[in-house]
């Protein structure tokens, strides 16, 4: 199983990045797909997921509203949206997946390895 999370990069406070995780090794259609983060210093936390129908999601209320995250079937692809960062935001950005949505967003079972978002202020 290989998840390889993309699109990191150093922002300016305000804009915009797009995060994207590509799977492989798992029948991605009855997987739920979860982002992670880690900041320097701090334990990993729940950003956001999205479960295999496509369409029920979850967000850290820290993100709600700024960050959207998608899948695309076709493409065993997840996107994390990221709007209006904040320098609190920086952090590296870990892309999991796991068949059940409550396992998904406490202890995934697959992990990628992390791209690190960089936002400046």
């Known amino acids: 199983v290989q998840l390889q999370a993309s699109g990191g990069g150093l922002v300016p406070t305000g804009m915009s990045v797009r995060l994207s995780c590509a799977t492989s090794g798992i029948t991605f259609s009855l997987y739920g797909i979860g982002w992670f983060r880690q900041a320097p210093g701090k334990e990993r936390e729940f950003v956001a997921a999205?479960?295999?129908?496509?369409?029920?999601?979850d967000y850290a209320d820290s993100v709600k509203g700024r960050f959207t995250i998608s899948r695309d079937n076709t493409k065993n692809t997840v996107d994390l949206q990221m709007n209006n960062l904040r320098p609190e935001d920086t952090a590296v950005y870990y892309c999991?997946?796991?068949?059940?949505?409550?396992?998904?967003?406490?202890?995934?079972?697959?992990w990628g390895q992390g791209t690190l978002v960089t936002v400046s202020s």
């Open positions: 999991a997946a796991d068949h059940w949505w409550t396992t998904l967003k406490r202890n995934p079972k697959y």
């Open positions: 999205i479960r295999s129908d496509a369409i029920t999601t």
